[in-house]
């Protein structure tokens, strides 16, 4: 006789019926495992919150008052039926994949990840299992990243250049993992500034112990004129805003791995696109599935049907879940689903 599956997909998210609990769900639940602090993620209303004690300092500058445990890397905790276990996913600072065992039968929510280690996320591990949960974000072969150095080396130049030419750099990135990874990954040109949605993750990061360069918070007598040749790193909706208008003269471009696909770039009409994206590429997506030994994989946001049919004909056992994830703000305006 079929056994139950240890994860159902729900309409509130996905579920475990032995542990009685879900994992990022998008709908107010009683008891939550998130795998990381971003808002598609980690949602605002549910009665208990289980995350890292890394990913648990952002979850509450986010969503304030809740109640909440923490649990370590590889640590193991018992819900009911099942033991769960979380493991890093090399996304963002405090990202994690969750295990769920159920008598010696182990799936795998893998939330959002990247195999690259970026010098600041703990650098993801993949976990044996026999069904993994995959997303699909960059689920077609076009996505291939150059390695993380290459790119921040063409941003150190683009900074440089700018700032011999007395312009200010301004820099458009995701405020929560994406700007702290490009703080610990550009070369010294000159002074960093950051808007305040940047600043107060960078606070709450330093205060965790992750190590960031100097930043100064820009406003009034922090610009251009007292720091002169800056990179200012800022929110993607701070481009081309009154906002950015007040450093003067200066280039602005965007990091992003949408920034990869060429009508995107141009509907966005930024002079430059730096390919940076805290999500695997499709190269990376194969090779965590493949390290996961698994049997069968259900993937969920980005480029699912596309993605299911290559794991098909690969040999596995796949399927599509629908969620509701993939509202982060690397995203672009239009579905991507194919
Ligand atoms: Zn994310
Ligand atoms: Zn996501």
Not at 42 to 67: D, K, S
Not at 146 to 163: H, K, L, Y
Not at 182 to 188: D, H, K, N, R, W
Request: with cysteine.
């Amino acid at each position: 006789m079929a056994r139950d599956p240890v994860l159902t997909f729900t309409d509130r998210g996905i579920y475990c019926p032995a542990g009685d609990f879900f994992i990022d769900p998008w709908r107010p639940v009683d008891r939550a495992l998130i795998t990381h602090g971003h808002s598609d993620h980690a949602r605002w209303g549910h009665q208990r919150y289980l995350a890292t004690h890394q990913a648990l300092p952002v979850i509450r500058h986010r969503l304030g008052q809740i109640e909440a445990q923490g649990i370590g890397y590889g640590e193991s905790l018992r819900i009911g039926g099942v033991t769960v276990h979380f493991h890093p996913a090399g996304h963002i600072p405090g990202s994690a994949q969750i295990a769920v065992e159920r008598d010696g039968e182990v799936w795998v929510v893998s939330g959002d990840y990247k195999v690259e280690p970026d010098g600041l996320a703990e650098a993801f591990a993949p976990v044996p299992c026999h069904t993994f949960i995959s997303e699909s974000t960059f689920g077609l072969p076009v996505f291939r990243w150059r390695p993380q150095v290459e790119v921040m080396g063409d941003i150190t130049r683009w900074w440089a250049a700018n700032a011999a030419a007395g312009k200010t750099s301004i820099l458009g990135a995701y405020s929560l993992g994406k700007a702290q990874r490009l703080l610990a990954g550009v070369g010294e040109v000159g002074p960093i500034l950051t808007h305040g949605a940047v600043e107060e993750v960078n606070e709450i990061l330093r205060n965790q112990g992750y190590s960031l360069p100097d930043t100064t918070r820009a406003g009034q007598g922090v610009d251009a004129k007292s720091h002169p040749g800056a990179l200012v790193i800022a929110p993607p909706s701070a481009l081309g805003s009154a906002w950015a208008r007040k450093f003067g003269p200066a280039e602005e471009a965007f990091a992003s791995g949408w920034m990869a696909v060429r009508g995107i770039r141009r509907r966005r009409a930024l002079g430059t696109g730096f390919v940076v994206s805290d999500h695997a590429d499709f190269p990376g997506l194969l090779t965590a599935i493949r390290a996961t030994a698994c049997e069968r994989v259900f993937v969920t946001h980005g480029y699912t049907t596309a993605f299911r049919r290559f794991l098909a004909e690969q040999g596995y056992n796949a399927g599509i879940v629908a969620t509701e994830y993939g509202q982060e703000a690397e995203e672009p305006a239009e579905p991507v689903d194919t």
